[in-house]
């Protein structure tokens, strides 16, 4: 340890440094207190070990003015006497108690407590130690925290930040004249803790008084009794800025798409029906490749085109009470050409046959987009000769509709990734079943907007069975409108689908 010793210059005095270096302490003797008042100002020590003259008891004042000098973390002050104190013990008690409560922290006695000393210094150096060590950790996790680049704050149950990374006070700052508030950043007067406390996207005010869109995630703990809250506020303006350009690009390479797409294949259906003469066997098969591969890339440009409405806050839902029943029979009958093709059957099933007249609040073309979807996926899965089944059934307060096929079934491993948008089991390029891995997205997008949920069931005798989940209707007549409902973005902290 560094130790700066404050005493006369006698023997007593050398005797004392000359212990000190022995015990392998920096040892630096000054003999005024004017020179040990510049050391402090300089280089502050460990450990400052002031003399008292004769029998005499510390100055506190002077050992307050000493305390304020010493560095950031403790510094024991010890001072060192020479004999026992003179006068009234109660006096010596009283100016024993001012010097402690002023800032010493121990009192020896010199020559007899030189042993004495020795301990309370080996104490002192672990101790030192252990704060230096806990500086270091501190100090690394500030320097942790000020190099996130996002905003971390943390707010007492008042909603007053008690603590802020750089990034938070780059941003935010604080308001004038007091600590920094949840409604600060909301920029308002009202306390926004409540608000803030939701997370999720949020528009707040940075300290120049202008707005952003930031992506906000919370959580709670406790510091004692009191409970915490810290959020981490991240800037997501470039992530918008990027999202809309890209969604803009798609949608206008989609739309660019379609137009020559809608005369080729015109053209083609027209070859095909014989308006240019009949064509001989091998160009009639070359037509309806190019005819099937057509209304291929036609289905990918409406799901790309979905798919930035939906993601971009551009699609209407026209909701209405209908039966499901019916939705369900509409989407069987639009599938039952595709199914019969490939030597599929397609069933329908309802436990019990009341559930007929089973209402739900839906648009009905989009519902019809979903269980397509399903339908087509669990068709173009199945051998010949199997049957595809849908069912609908009561679950949970609400309906659920089936779709469940005797194919291959699902690889576990895959189940994760089962509606993550183009995510497909088989992405190779070789891949003996088309799609482009938007389908599932887009149906869980739809279902989830329309109060619903979508997920893959669990069947006994393999294949794959997909459950829709609808909410019953309350409180509207057959027939009537249920509003129409605007496709919020999708927030960060949402589950993202998608498709096989």
């Known amino acids: 340890m560094r130790i700066l010793v404050i005493h006369r210059a006698d023997a007593a005095g050398e005797a004392l440094g000359a212990m ?40 506190a004042a002077l050992i307050a003015r000493l305390r304020t000098m010493g560095n950031a973390g403790w510094m024991p002050i010890v001072c060192l006497s020479t004999g026992d104190a003179t006068g009234p ?29 020795a301990a309370k210094l080996a104490r002192y150096q672990e101790i030192l130690v252990s704060q230096r060590d806990a500086q270091a950790i501190i100090q690394r996790q500030r320097d942790i925290h000020d190099n996130i680049l996002h905003a971390v704050l943390t707010f007492d149950e008042s909603g007053r930040a008690v603590e802020t990374n750089l990034a938070a006070r780059l941003t935010f700052g604080a308001a004038t004249g007091e600590r920094l508030m949840a409604a600060n950043l909301l920029g308002r007067t009202d306390n926004g803790h409540a608000t803030l ?13 202008t ?29 918008l800025r990027v999202e809309r350009m890209r969604d803009e690009f798609l949608a206008t390479v989609s ?144 309906f659920r509709v089936s779709v469940s096929d005797n194919g291959p079934g699902i690889a576990p491993e895959f189940l994760p990734q089962l509606f993550e948008k183009f995510s497909q089991e088989d992405s190779s390029d070789r891949r003996s079943l088309g ?22 069931g669990t069947p006994l005798h393999g294949g794959a069975t997909f459950n829709v989940w609808l909410p019953p209707v309350v409180g509207v007549a057959r027939g009537a409108d249920c509003g129409m409902q605007a496709l919020a973005p999708r927030g960060a902290g949402e589950s993202s689908g998608a498709s096989t």
């Open 197 to 209: 406390l939701l997370g999720g996207r949020l528009e707040l005010q940075r300290i120049d008084g």
């Open 435 to 456: 799609g482009a891995g938007l389908g599932l997205y887009i149906a869980r997008l739809l279902v989830e907007r329309m109060g619903g949920s979508i997920e893959v």
């Open 89 to 117: 013990p109660e006096d010596a008690h009283k100016l024993l108690t001012e010097a402690l409560e002023r800032g010493m922290d121990d009192q020896i006695t010199l020559p007899d407590g030189l042993g004495l000393l």
């Open 255 to 398: 739309h660019e798409l379609r137009t020559p797409l809608t005369s080729v294949l015109g053209a083609v259906g027209l070859l095909a029906a014989g308006a240019a003469g009949a064509l001989p066997p091998q160009a009639m098969s070359l037509a309806a490749v190019a005819q099937r591969n057509g209304v291929r890339l036609s289905k990918l440009i409406d799901d790309i085109l979905d798919l930035t409405k939906l993601e971009g806050d551009r699609m209407m839902l026209h909701m209405r009470c209908q039966p499901l029943a019916r939705v369900i029979q509409e989407s069987i009958a639009a599938n039952q050409g595709y199914a019969s093709g490939l030597g599929v059957y397609l069933r329908a099933e309802m436990e019990p046959p009341s559930l007929v007249e089973a209402l739900v609040c839906v648009d009905s073309d989009r519902m019809q987009q979903v269980f397509g979807n399903l339908l087509s996926n669990a068709i173009k899965h199945s051998p010949r000769g199997e049957t595809v089944v849908v069912q609908l059934s009561k679950v949970n307060g609400g």
């Open 20 to 59: 000190l270096l022995g015990l392998g302490h920096v040892v630096e003797v000054v003999d005024h207190i004017a020179m040990g008042v510049a050391r402090l100002q300089q280089t502050p020590p460990d450990v400052l070990m002031l003399h008292s003259e004769g029998a005499g008891q510390p100055d």
């Open 211 to 239: 707005r952003f869109q930031a992506e906000i995630s919370s959580s709670q703990w406790k510091e004692g009794q009191q409970v915490r809250t810290t959020l981490v506020v991240r800037d997501i303006t470039e992530q």
